[in-house]
C-alpha cells in the first residue's frame, strides 16, 4: 500500500472501489491483489474509526477481502 492517506473516509472509499462494492460503474471479478489491497484499507480505515460499531465493520469487511482473495489464489 502506497502512502495512504490518513482518514477513516479516504481508506473506506478506496478499499469499496478495490473490492468491487462501489456501483458507480460496472465492475468485473477482482484479483487476489486487488482484494488484499482493500482488505488493507479497510483494516486502516478500523484502526482510525473511534466508533466501535463501525470499527468491527470494517474489520470484518477486511476480513472478508483477505478471505476472498486467499480463496481466489490468482496473485
Do not use: I, Y
Request: contains cysteine.
Amino acid at each position: 500500500m502506497r502512502a495512504a492517506p490518513d482518514n477513516v473516509e479516504a481508506n473506506e472509499m478506496r478499499a469499496m472501489v478495490l473490492c468491487g462494492q462501489c456501483c458507480a460503474w460496472e465492475v468485473g471479478p477482482r484479483s487476489a491483489a486487488e482484494l488484499s489491497e482493500a482488505a488493507a484499507h479497510f483494516g486502516r480505515a478500523a484502526a482510525l474509526e473511534r466508533a466501535p460499531p463501525l470499527k468491527a465493520g470494517f474489520a470484518a469487511k477486511a476480513a472478508t477481502c483477505r478471505s476472498l482473495a486467499e480463496s481466489s489464489g490468482d496473485e
